[in-house]
């Protein structure tokens, strides 16, 4: 097993948070406001089903509509199924199921046959949709496939250097991206179900490396981190940040919220005291509206847009990791985090005054740098969003 570099993480700044009453003011999020929140969500997965078909989402929307697609390639499928199984969590209505069970068989179509999965982002499609069809349903296919899922992931385990490979062919791209910690649920969900520990050590593994390697001095992380051939680290760079030294808002939300994740499994106690210094990171650079801008290098007056998916995915993992939390003042902000940004993402940033759009949230970026849905809804970010919903009013853990 990887060992914790201790040393490193001790000596990680924790910055204290910058003008904590703002958050720890007046809650805004009330059950009428979440309810409020949920019906105009599920109005729009309603439209977003009918649109597409009943088939799946495209990664991005344009012009804030989302396209159909097939659930052959990319990350971004398991986000709509995802959205249908919460969907049913909160309201019990059975054509969400049904809707839900019905996607099913792609998935599992989709790993035996291989299509699209050169990559390590098996968790993002296959646990929202999959492992969600077997906690809530006993789905064996919906199991089925999100073994062979986690299996597959396995491949992609890189020796020495313990991690696992998130880009093309095995062995072509010595490195790891911050993402994947949001991935590594799956591996640890598989080693509960089956009593295999491999699928837990490489999952434990793979996280004690990214936290030994992308976390920052200060709290901001790297985006993606290189390593040598012999399994040492090498450097650390961005894919869809500003620069390699800033800090790419969704891939500190994505720490953010896979900290928690790992600690829900791992129990490893240094993962809460990390998680306060990357979550006081990103807390001290919200703007005014509580919205972090898609690189945290950017803030107010810049003309830089924002990412709505960032806020939506932290919001999940501060709610996650609020009762392992002990210091009560900060605890209370971050209970006020949420509070804000949830509050700003649905009166600023829903589509509730869009009548033409079928997402869920505006104003989100997939890739700045390449151009990819830049101020468009992201379906992650919707899901995120649709997910932090049902942890607030319904206290859904979700399916990681």
């Not at 019990?92 to 299509?115: F, N, Q």
Request: charged share 25%.
């Amino acid at each position: 097993m990887v060992q914790i570099n201790k040393e490193k993480i001790n000596n990680i700044a924790k910055e204290e948070i910058v003008n904590s009453e703002r958050y720890t003011s007046t809650k805004k999020m009330t059950k009428e406001v979440l309810e409020a929140a949920l019906t105009d969500a599920l109005l729009k997965l309603d439209k977003l089903w009918d649109d597409v078909g009943g088939n799946f989402a495209s990664h991005a929307s344009v012009d804030n509509v989302y396209q159909e697609c097939k659930n052959d390639s990319g990350w971004n499928t398991g986000f709509m199924t995802g959205m249908l199984w919460l969907a049913y969590e909160m309201t019990g209505d059975k054509k969400y199921l049904e809707r839900a069970e019905s996607h099913i068989p792609s998935y599992h179509k989709r790993i035996v046959e291989k299509l699209g999965v050169n990559h390590h982002d098996m968790g993002f499609v296959f646990v929202p949709s999959c492992v969600a069809a077997h906690k809530l349903t006993g789905n064996e296919q919906g199991r089925e496939a999100a073994l062979l899922a986690a299996d597959h992931l396995l491949t992609r385990y890189i020796v020495p250097g313990d991690f696992i490979q998130a880009w093309g062919n095995v062995g072509d791209q010595l490195r790891l991206i911050i993402d994947c910690m949001n991935n590594i649920p799956l591996l640890y969900w598989a080693a509960d179900t089956t009593g295999d520990k491999n699928y837990y050590e490489k999952a434990y593994n793979h996280a004690i490396t990214t936290i030994n390697n992308i976390v920052r001095d200060d709290g901001s992380t790297f985006h993606t981190y290189f390593f040598n051939t012999n399994g040492t680290p090498d450097k650390g760079v961005t894919a869809q940040g500003a620069s390699d030294d800033s800090c790419w808002a969704r891939g500190q939300a994505w720490i953010v919220s896979g900290l928690p994740l790992s600690y829900k499994y791992t129990k490893e106690g240094i993962m809460v005291d990390l998680f306060e210094k990357v979550a006081n990171y990103f807390i001290n650079r919200l703007p005014e509206d509580f919205v972090p801008y898609w690189d945290m290098s950017f803030g107010d007056g810049s003309g830089e847009e924002r990412d709505s998916s960032s806020a939506a995915i932290a919001a999940c993992g501060f709610l996650e990791m609020l009762p392992h939390i002990k210091d009560e003042h900060l605890k209370a902000v971050y209970e006020g985090v949420v509070d804000k940004m949830m509050y700003s993402l649905y009166q600023n940033y829903s589509t509730k005054d869009t009548p033409e759009s079928n997402g869920l949230l505006l104003h989100a970026v997939y890739s700045k740098p390449g151009n990819v849905g830049v101020d468009e809804c992201n379906i992650w970010g919707c899901y995120y969003y649709m997910e932090a919903l049902a942890r607030m009013l319904k206290g859904i853990k979700a399916y990681w």
